[in-house]
């Protein structure tokens, strides 16, 4: 599964749906058989949800898998006065559950969420525990005391309007995630040019970026869902969010297992796929005492 195979990354874009939620199209995927145990993957910042890889398709073989372009980004109507802070994604997620995949309130989901993703994740679970199974929290942002050197070096490069010069940017900043550069796949920066370049998508990226790097989950709130089983994965080299802002997590969420992964940096699941898939699927399938 390290071994990505690049035609079929790029064929998986086409799989995708479309539905309306409180009146805009949101693009996201899901596994057919929505009997199973459910299972909502939320991606990054300037992401979306075929960043995901391999991952949900095979963990589709055990989970009703469901991957969204967060409102704002990715193939998602971006509106200009949409609501882009954390509060604000976590409300759009128990919409988008609710409207397009129909969840039913009695129902609980489990959610695996990276970088800002892991930020909103612990936000949905903090707002509506009783609707929470599990959490898997991959690199999140959430305990930053403002924004780190590569988090303003990847504010810049969004920002950057000549596109010769934002492909040099995102490739550099890029290359700063992984533990290896070399590991970057050219497509991973053209997606993203070609998303940046979409209408309003500078915009929202900047609006998210300032609430989201300004703003903390509450710790007396986290602490009220340390009941909720949580795994936290972090890249040993990630040097977008440095994993000793682990520890911040775990000083609140005591119960949760935290896993460093080396020689991988801000997406361990992308540079080391395979160890990431087992502990994603080893967590969610074991059953709690």
């Known amino acids: ?105 009695d129902e609980k989901i489990s959610i695996i969420g990276h970088s800002l993703g892991g930020y909103i994740a612990t936000q ?9 199974e599990k959490l898997v929290l991959i690199d999140p942002s959430g305990k930053l005391n403002g924004p780190t050197p590569l988090l303003n070096q990847y504010l810049d490069a969004a920002k950057e309007t000549n596109p010769l010069l934002r492909y040099d940017k995102v490739r550099e900043v890029f290359e700063k995630m992984y533990a290896h550069p070399s590991r970057l796949l050219p497509i991973v920066i053209d997606l993203f ?15 998210t970026f300032l609430n ?35 520890n911040e997590f775990m000083k609140d969420l005591p119960n949760a297992r935290l896993e460093i992964i080396g020689d991988s940096g801000h997406a361990p699941f992308v540079e080391k796929t395979a160890l990431v898939f087992e502990k994603i699927y080893s967590f969610l399938t074991t059953v709690r005492k």
């Open 1 to 105: 599964m390290d071994n990505l195979n690049l035609n079929n990354y790029i064929v998986k874009t086409n799989t995708f749906k479309t539905k309306r939620v409180n009146g805009y199209n949101i693009l996201y995927n899901e596994s057919t058989d929505a009997n199973k145990k459910h299972v909502l993957f939320i991606h990054g910042l300037g992401g979306s949800s075929i960043g995901w890889r391999d991952i949900p398709d095979a963990l589709s073989e055990y989970f009703h898998t469901i991957c969204v372009d967060l409102i704002g980004f990715g193939g998602s109507d971006k509106p200009k006065e949409g609501d882009y802070t954390i509060n604000g994604f976590s409300k759009f997620i128990i919409d988008f559950l609710e409207q397009a995949i129909e969840l039913k309130q």
């Open 193 to 207: 040019n070609y998303t940046i370049e979409k209408s309003l998508a500078r915009h929202v990226f900047e609006l």
């Open 212 to 246: 989201s790097t300004t703003t903390k989950v509450e710790s007396e709130r986290l602490k009220q869902i340390d009941n909720i089983p949580c795994l936290i994965i972090w890249g040993k080299e990630d040097s977008l969010i440095p994993p000793e802002y682990a």
């Open 124 to 132: 949905v679970a903090v707002d509506n525990w009783d609707r929470v």
